[in-house]
């Protein structure tokens, strides 16, 4: 199994313009999950999913947006990135969540965007 | 509301010193999880532990080891000898159990000297 794979590793975006950072998982999870990390700080959830079709907002969803029309792709998108959006972004999967309990999430390797 | 705090920013040891890693938290709610990361140089974050707020035993995994005491909310993480490998940023995160969001604390650099 790759595990939680992410494309590209490394991007830069002028003011703006828009991108979509792919996340793909190979374990069956019924969960995505979407973090942003800023310098020194922990990570921050943009976006998750629960199944196919079905998306919800994390705690700093604004200039994203998510959709998951299959169990193994959960993408994000950047529409007129801006400054602030320059992170590093990971995806991540479980096999279970809440309501049917906790489970371990797994995480990508991340995305360094930088907005310039 | 949920809190992880890791006091410690920075930390460094010589190679085969035993380190421990600080991480105290507050929830309101009675059943959680906590978890530690490592994120190496190479950024990606890799699994280490997962405990349940039920379970208050410490854990024991080759040098690394885990003392949760819900008494004083903490889920602090030793490293036994520690080695040049072990230098990396560790992530102490909560879930609250029915949430889907893991808060993480802002993590602890440690850097061990050969």
């Known amino acids: ?13 002028k003011i703006g313009q828009s991108m979509t950072l ?16 800023d310098p020194g700080m922990g990570l921050k959830l943009i976006y998750y999913s ?11 969803p604004n200039g994203y947006n998510v ?3 299959t169990t193994e792709d959960f993408p994000l998108r950047l529409e007129l990135a801006a400054p602030s959006q320059t992170s590093v972004y990971f ?7 809440p309501p049917s309990g906790a489970d371990t999430q797994y995480f990508g390797p991340g995305t360094r965007l930088t907005v310039l | ?3 992880v705090t890791q006091a410690q920013t920075e930390i460094s040891v010589v ?3 035993d380190v421990t890693l600080d991480c105290v938290y507050e929830t309101r709610d009675t059943t959680y999880y906590l978890f530690w990361y490592k994120q190496p140089p190479s950024g990606e974050l890799v699994f280490l532990i997962r405990r349940n707020s039920f379970d208050e035993q410490n854990e024991i995994s080759g040098r690394y080891s885990w003392n949760f005491q819900k008494s004083t909310s903490s ?5 036994t000898a520690s080695q040049v490998v072990d230098s990396a940023v560790y992530f102490c995160a909560l879930l609250k159990t029915g949430a889907n969001n893991l808060f993480f604390g802002t993590g602890t650099r440690l850097t061990v000297i050969p």
């Open chain 1, 1 to 13: 199994n790759a595990g939680v794979t992410q494309t590209p590793k490394f991007r830069i975006l």
């Open chain 1, 22 to 37: 792919q996340c793909t998982q190979d374990m069956n999870h019924n969960y995505m999950y979407w973090y942003r990390q």
């Open chain 1, 50 to 60: 629960v199944g196919a079709g079905i998306t919800d907002k994390g705690e700093v």
């Open chain 1, 67 to 69: 959709s998951r029309s």
């Open chain 1, 91 to 97: 995806c991540a999967s479980s096999y279970k969540g």
């Open chain 2, 1 to 3: 509301a949920q809190k």
């Open chain 2, 15 to 17: 190679e085969k010193e």
């Open chain 2, 75 to 79: 889920f602090n993480f030793t490293i």
